[in-house]
T-cell receptor, first 112, second 111 residues
Framework: DGGITQSPKYLFRKEGQNVTLSCEQNLNHDAMYWYRQDPGQGLRLIYYSQIVNDFQKGDIAEGYSVSREKKESFPLTVTSAQKNPTAFYLCASSPDREETQYFGPGTRLLVL | GQQVMQIPQYQHVQEGEDFTTYCNSS?????IQWYKQRPGGHPVFLIQLVKSGEVKKQKRLTFQFGEAKKNSSLHITATQTTDVGTYFC???????????FGKGTMLLVSP
């Protein structure tokens, strides 16, 4: 099956710990994105990458980091510097930056 | 920065009633996309509008892009329980490479 996978579905973290969320796509898309969704809120862009080995900050990048070493993978690290990390994290990809975005199933992160 | 406002935030209708959600941008858009997110799910692409005044239909759903390319609407005729979810608009400004999402309209349909 072609698509985007995110793991894990649920993730619990203790305060002060870094945690990495996985995002993999086999759609051969160039562009990938990370969004954060809070209850009653829209999607806010954390980071995006238009090509391998290149990425840019979105609107709320503070406390997050990413890498894009392979075309199919775009992991997101939530660092201890992120003050309010509990949220639903969505990864998306698109053939290029102008095209439709396809979303993964998301990871719900809960900080204990 | 670019802002996209969406209203209403929430709407509860009886099955068979119509539903409309509106999206307004603070800047002129090059295009606008609409997504649907079912409860507990992830956003799924519905449609993209590019041209000024464009109207597109998908069965009971009608999408419009304003003449000034700063507003858009989604109208659902004769809602069904399967229409339940949150509908998001997402605009791309001229010269922007990213989408700005509205906060969404949550639709609840009672049988």
């Amino acid at each position: 099956d072609g698509g985007i996978t995110q793991s894990p579905k649920y993730l619990f973290r203790k305060e002060g710990q870094n945690v990495t969320l996985s995002c993999e796509q086999n759609l051969n898309h160039d562009a990938m994105y990370w969004y954060r969704q809070d209850p009653g809120q829209g999607l806010r862009l954390i980071y995006y990458s238009q090509i391998v080995n290149d990425f840019q900050k979105g609107d709320i990048a503070e406390g997050y980091s990413v890498s894009r070493e392979k075309k199919e993978s775009f992991p997101l690290t939530v660092t201890s510097a992120q003050k309010n990390p509990t949220a639903f994290y969505l990864c998306a990809s698109s053939p290029d930056r102008e095209e439709t975005q396809y979303f993964g199933p998301g990871t719900r992160l809960l900080v204990l | 920065g670019q802002q996209v406002m969406q209203i209403p935030q929430y709407q509860h209708v009886q099955e068979g009633e119509d539903f409309t959600t509106y999206c307004n941008s603070s800047t002129t858009l090059s295009n606008i996309q609409w997504y649907k997110q079912r409860p507990g799910g992830h956003p799924v692409f519905l449609i993209q509008l590019v041209k000024s005044g464009e109207v597109k239909k998908q069965k009971r759903l009608t999408f419009q892009f304003g003449e000034a390319k700063k507003n858009s609407s989604l109208h659902i005729t004769a809602t069904q329980t399967t229409d339940v979810g949150t509908y998001f608009c997402a605009g791309r400004g001229s010269g922007y490479s990213t989408l700005t999402f509205g906060k969404g309209t949550m639709l609840l349909v009672s049988p």
